[in-house]
T-cell receptor, first 115, second 113 residues
């Protein structure tokens, strides 16, 4: 069974607006990593953002930021000023600390940015 | 809840040997994928498969790689002559439609010595 849950199979947003993609996970670990990957139609997997669980500060990369709620085991991705090129599948992923060969993926959220 | 399974969980092989990684996708899914993640690096797309043929493949997926759905349930990735740099975690995924959510297996860790 997957330990990472993305409850929104599809979402859409108007260009220039903000959208938030949800991700929850289940673990008993205290130290781990969380990721958001973007998969455009090319199928290439692009790492969007990464968060270390021991860091309280939410990670930010340009227009992408996360809301990491460790107690709630929630890791949402916020995309600000959405652009047409943001249209893609977005995967949330979890990896235990020091176990780089044990990554778990959510099922993905398909985001469409509308002009 | 149905899930994607992969065997073995860990495969160790000698350089130059052939390996076959096996995946059992979710039964009513139609699209199948292989990804890999070299230790500590990003996840990379290898290939997608639909209707018994490759629909897309990346530059990584060269002549050393092949995929097959031999019996309608298994989906295999074969590496003909393994190299040291093939050592990675290999993930299989499946989906009902190419625009639907993908369900990932737990991965097979391949170690080439």
């Amino acid at each position: 069974a997957q330990t990472v849950t993305q409850s929104q199979p599809e979402m859409s947003v108007q260009e220039a607006e903000t959208v938030t993609l949800s991700c929850t996970y289940d673990t008993s670990e205290s130290n781990y990593y969380l990721f958001w990957y973007k998969q455009p139609p090319s199928r290439q997997m692009i790492l969007v953002i990464r968060q270390e669980a021991y860091k309280q500060q939410n990670a930010t990369e340009n227009r992408f930021s996360v809301n990491f709620q460790k107690a709630a085991k929630s890791f949402s991705l916020k995309i600000s000023d959405s652009q047409l090129g943001d249209t893609a599948m977005y995967f949330c992923a979890f990896m235990k600390h020091l176990e780089e060969d044990d990554m778990r993926f959510g099922a993905g959220t398909r985001l469409t940015v509308k002009p | 809840e149905p899930e994607v399974t992969q065997t073995p969980s860990h495969q160790v092989t000698q350089m130059g040997q052939e390996v076959i990684l096996r995946c059992v996708p979710i039964s009513n899914h139609l699209y199948f994928y292989w990804y890999r993640q070299i230790l500590g690096q990003k996840v990379e797309f290898l290939v997608s498969f639909y209707n018994n043929e490759i629909s897309e493949k990346s530059e990584i997926f060269d002549d050393q790689f092949s995929v097959e759905r031999p019996d309608g349930s298994n989906f295999t990735l074969k590496i003909r002559s393994t190299k040291l740099e093939d050592s990675a975690m290999y993930f299989c995924a499946s989906t009902r439609g190419s625009y639907n959510e993908q369900f990932f297996g737990p991965g097979t860790r391949l170690t080439v010595l």
